[in-house]
Structures are given as structure tokens and as C-alpha cells.
């Protein structure tokens, strides 16, 4: 027996093995700061979780419409009005079993066999393989670290081909936390308009901004596409949900693949994340906000005296994406191998560029800032030491 021929291009995590070794170093007593895991270290608002617990009291234990609680969708929609003043319509909202499951359905509504979408060289891993899982493409642009690592226009008309029917681009982005502006994703859309194609745009890191605003491309155009999610701004990402902004045309297709892939999104879950819109829990979600603000402002500084070249500027999500070439170490071409012996010298868990694309991976490494300033303080005495070496 043999497994399909597609796996074949759909890579593991190279951090998994990281993970794995950190995971055997702590049983065996070793004091490890993770700073490799792309989640909060907080956990879901407590509002929440009652809300959870709540509805599986009442026995909300069952199927929910595909597309997800018309209550969920309406205060996402209210969402939109007030934290952004934008209309959009709960009718165009679908919930999601998390940003991937909508990263999944949207994949399965617009790419044929053998076509593809331009995705961002580095960028979020995943978004190939649920190309690769539907037998598409993601060609992999190589980006600019002076252009932030963005998908610019002109690399979009470059990389454009014939089998080519849209571009997926995450703001703010993994691994770099850079954010495009307003104009930016315009300037994108109008190259993917000009080519009858699709924008997709991955907002999962909104709300998670420090000095700056990400704008939305809810209602940009009826190519347009915005995946979002619970998992990092609401600190959700074991409840698994997300949601999905699309145009009206697409709306009863999308319905039908749920129907046919999911059934529905997690019915506790969803019960769960309408307490999230409630206005302290937004308080609390903001002070966290500010939290993830101080850390960026503590350890940006703190990776560039040792060393660490951080190009793109990182205004949002908990990622910073820097480049260990400059660096006085042996293993300064090679981050998978400097991820691990930084691990086994240190306890100090990051994850290797190699994971996010094929460009220039070898020179980059991501740090999480999901540990609060002390420890991310304790990591960066450590990882002193450890160039000393
Ligand atoms: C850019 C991006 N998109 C999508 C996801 C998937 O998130 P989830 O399925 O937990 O909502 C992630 C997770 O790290 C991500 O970084």
C-alpha cells in the first residue's frame, strides 16, 4: 500500500523535530524557553470558556448551519462596524473550523487541477500544501526584504502565468509580522484585477498591531476574499475557529463544500467566541495587545545589539523574522543547525527560515514573543552566551 502521490509534496515542520527535542530535553529536566510555538501564551479569555461551559449545560451539542450560528455571524459582521467602520453583510460571513479551515474551502471553491496561486516566499507553510492537497500550485515569489518581504505589484505581474488565477498575501504577515498598507494591497488587487484573478487576503493577525493599523479588505471588491480567525487575537487556537469574508457570488458553493467537508464548525466554540465581542473581554484582549507591544519593544533592540539583522519591520502579529548571517557563528548559513545546537546549548527554542520558504531560509530564524519580558530577557542572556561559544 502506498499513500497518494500528492503527499509527496506536502512537507512536515522542520520546528517539529525542534519541538520534539525540546519536548525530550524538558522530561529530562532541562528549563526550556519556547519561543518557536506560533500561539499566544495566553489562554482564552475566561468569558469565554463560561460561555464554552455554558453551552454544552444547555446541551448545545449539535450540528450547527454549515456556514455557521447566525448569531456568530451577525456579531462579526457588528465587528466590522465598529472596529473598523466597515458594512459587511453577516449573509457574506461563514465561520470556519479556523483560519485553515477556511484557508481549505477557499482553496477547493477556486483552484482547478494544475493551477495556482502566488503566495509569498516566506510566508505561512501551510498555504501550499492545501494547494498541494487539492492537486494546485503555490508558486512560492521570491520577495524583497527591503520591500518588507511583500507581494508587490510588480512581482505579481512577474510571476503571473497561465495557470495562475490569484494571489494570497497575509497582513499582518508569518514570519516577519510586517503589515501592507492600504495602498499596498490596493496596488496588489488592481495587478490581480487586470488578470481576471482572486485576492485573498489573511487577516488572522489583525487586532494584534502595535503603533499602527492594518486595514481590511472586507469590502474591496467582489475578487476579494479575507480569511480571519479566533486563535491569536482572542486567544482561541485549541477551540478551532475562524471565519471567512466572501463575495456574495461565492457564498452558496462555499456553503455546499462545508456542508461536505466540515458539516459545521465546533458548536461549543462557537457559542463560546460570541462572549469575546462582549466589551470587557475586548478590554481584556487589549491590555494583552499592549503586553505583546512592550515585549516587541524589549526584544527587537535586544536581537539587534546581539547581532541579529531584522530587515522587514515588524508592526504586528508575535513574530520577529531576523537574519543570522552577520552573525559570529559557525553556524551562521545554516538555521536548522543553529535552531538546534541554540536549543541543546541553551534550552532556547526558536524556529528555522527554512520552514517558511525556500529563499534565503538557511539566514533567517522567527522568534515567538509569546512568553512575558523576563523570560524573553532570560532567552536573550543565554543566546549571548551562546554566540560567545
Ligand atoms: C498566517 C496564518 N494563517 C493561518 C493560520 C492557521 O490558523 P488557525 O487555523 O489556528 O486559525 C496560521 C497559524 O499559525 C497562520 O500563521
Known amino acids: 500500500m502506498k499513500s497518494a502521490n500528492r503527499l509527496k509534496s506536502i512537507a512536515p515542520f522542520h520546528v517539529m523535530d525542534l519541538l520534539a527535542k525540546a519536548k525530550q530535553m524538558q522530561a529530562e529536566g532541562r528549563d526550556i524557553i519556547h519561543l518557536e510555538v506560533g500561539e499566544p501564551d495566553f489562554s482564552s479569555p475566561k468569558a469565554a470558556i463560561d460561555a464554552g461551559i455554558g453551552a454544552l449545560k444547555r446541551g448545545n451539542t449539535h450540528y450547527t448551519a454549515a456556514t455557521g450560528l447566525p448569531e456568530l455571524r451577525q456579531a462579526i459582521s457588528d465587528f466590522y462596524l465598529?472596529?473598523?467602520?466597515?458594512?459587511v453583510s453577516p449573509e457574506q460571513i461563514m465561520i470556519t473550523p479556523g483560519a485553515s479551515g477556511a484557508l481549505q474551502l477557499i482553496s477547493s471553491l477556486l483552484v482547478d487541477v494544475g493551477e495556482n496561486l502566488l503566495l509569498t516566499d516566506?510566508?505561512?507553510?501551510?498555504?501550499?500544501?492545501?494547494?498541494?492537497?487539492?492537486?494546485?500550485d503555490g508558486i512560492l515569489v521570491p520577495t524583497e526584504a527591503e520591500q518588507d518581504f511583500h507581494l508587490t505589484p510588480t512581482l505579481a505581474k512577474e510571476n503571473w502565468n497561465d495557470a495562475t488565477i490569484g494571489a494570497l498575501v497575509a497582513s499582518p504577515s508569518?514570519?516577519?509580522?510586517?503589515?501592507?498598507?492600504?495602498?499596498?494591497?490596493?496596488a496588489l488587487h488592481k495587478v490581480v484585477t487586470d488578470q481576471q484573478g482572486c485576492l485573498i487576503v489573511d487577516e488572522i493577525y489583525h487586532g494584534l498591531t502595535y503603533g499602527c493599523d492594518a486595514e481590511?479588505?472586507?469590502?474591496?471588491?467582489?475578487?476579494?476574499?479575507?480569511?480571519?480567525?479566533?486563535?491569536?487575537?482572542?486567544?482561541?487556537?485549541?477551540?478551532?475557529?475562524?471565519?471567512?469574508?466572501?463575495?456574495?457570488?461565492?457564498?452558496?458553493?462555499?456553503?455546499?463544500?462545508a456542508q461536505n467537508l466540515f458539516l459545521a464548525p465546533s458548536t461549543p466554540a462557537q457559542y463560546a467566541a460570541l462572549a469575546l465581542f462582549e466589551p470587557d473581554c475586548i478590554a481584556e484582549l487589549e491590555t494583552r495587545r499592549a503586553q505583546f507591544s512592550l515585549r516587541l519593544n524589549y526584544l527587537l533592540p535586544a536581537l539587534e545589539n546581539l547581532g541579529f539583522v531584522v530587515p522587514a519591520k515588524p508592526q504586528g502579529a508575535f513574530y520577529i523574522y531576523a537574519d543570522i548571517s552577520g552573525l559570529k557563528h559557525a553556524l551562521s548559513n545554516d538555521s536548522m543547525a543553529f535552531c538546534l545546537k541554540l536549543l541543546e546549548q541553551t534550552g532556547v527554542a526558536i524556529t528555522p527560515g527554512i520552514d517558511f520558504g525556500h529563499q534565503q531560509g538557511h539566514h533567517f530564524v522567527r522568534f515567538a514573543y509569546t512568553a512575558d519580558i523576563p523570560v524573553l530577557s532570560d532567552a536573550v542572556n543565554r543566546i549571548a552566551t551562546f554566540l560567545k561559544s
Open 122 to 136: 516566506p510566508g505561512y507553510p501551510c498555504n501550499r500544501h492545501f494547494l498541494a492537497n487539492i492537486n494546485g
Open 174 to 186: 508569518n514570519p516577519t509580522g510586517a503589515i501592507m498598507s492600504k495602498q499596498q494591497i490596493q
Open 216 to 257: 481590511t479588505a472586507v469590502d474591496l471588491a467582489d475578487n476579494v476574499f479575507v480569511i480571519n480567525s479566533f486563535s491569536k487575537y482572542f486567544a482561541m487556537t485549541g477551540w478551532r475557529l475562524g471565519w471567512l469574508v466572501a463575495p456574495e457570488w461565492a457564498m452558496k458553493d462555499l456553503d455546499k463544500l
Open 82 to 87: 465598529s472596529r473598523y467602520k466597515k458594512q
